[in-house]
């Protein structure tokens, strides 16, 4: 269990980003109404929508993961990989996306512009080579840590 400050600072970035989780739990809503399963995941600080029904993957908003699996600690390629910019074992979906939750709690409403600004979905994007940093490593979830 975090210490006290830590709870205080992620229970303010929760309070920061809720205009992203308003529209995750909208999403996850959607999904349950054909499917999708939900349940809050604490290691990932998220509510987990689990088998949603369309599209592929996995999405974050907010302290909200969506994805099309039944779990979300499966192996996935890193956008480098998917890229062609060489080969690199497969890390877990679930350190991917969580890295996305560190980041929208310190972003906030800031994040989906400043997201779509630096590339959107693209091995180009620094917070999408953030998120695998971190599910490689552990570290460097923040997207202009260091150089990649």
Same mark, same amino acid.
């Given at each position: 269990?975090?210490?006290?400050?830590?709870?205080?600072?992620?229970?303010?970035?929760?309070?920061?980003?809720?205009?992203?989780?308003?529209?995750?739990?909208?999403?996850?809503?959607? =999904?349950?109404?054909?499917?999708?399963?939900?349940?809050?995941?604490?290691? @990932?600080?998220?509510?987990?929508?689990?088998?949603?029904?369309? =599209?592929?993957?996995?999405?974050?908003?907010?302290?909200?993961?969506?994805?099309?699996?039944?779990?979300?600690?499966?192996?996935?390629?890193?956008?480098?990989?998917?890229?062609?910019?060489?080969?690199?074992?497969?890390?877990?979906?679930?350190?991917? @996306?969580?890295?996305?939750? #560190?980041? #929208?709690?310190?972003?906030?409403?800031?994040?989906?512009?400043?997201?779509?600004?630096?590339?959107?979905?693209?091995?180009?994007?620094?917070? @999408?080579?953030?998120?695998?940093? #971190?599910?490689?490593?552990?570290? =460097? /979830?923040?997207? /202009?840590? =260091?150089?990649?």
């Amino acid at each position: 269990m975090p210490c006290p400050l830590l709870r205080g600072v992620i229970a303010l970035g929760m309070c920061w980003t809720l205009p992203n989780t308003l529209l995750g739990v909208l999403a996850g809503c959607v =999904g349950f109404m054909f499917g999708a399963r939900m349940r809050w995941q604490r290691r @990932e600080l998220a509510l987990v929508v689990r088998c949603w029904p369309w =599209g592929g993957g996995a999405l974050t908003l907010g302290n909200v993961i969506v994805h099309t699996g039944e779990r979300l600690d499966t192996p996935c390629f890193t956008y480098a990989h998917r890229a062609g910019r060489g080969v690199e074992p497969p890390v877990s979906l679930a350190d991917h @996306e969580r890295a996305h939750v #560190y980041q #929208y709690l310190l972003l906030g409403p800031l994040f989906l512009p400043l997201y779509l600004l630096c590339g959107g979905v693209s091995v180009r994007n620094p917070f @999408e080579r953030a998120a695998d940093r #971190y599910a490689q490593s552990g570290y =460097g /979830w923040w997207p /202009w840590a =260091g150089r990649d």
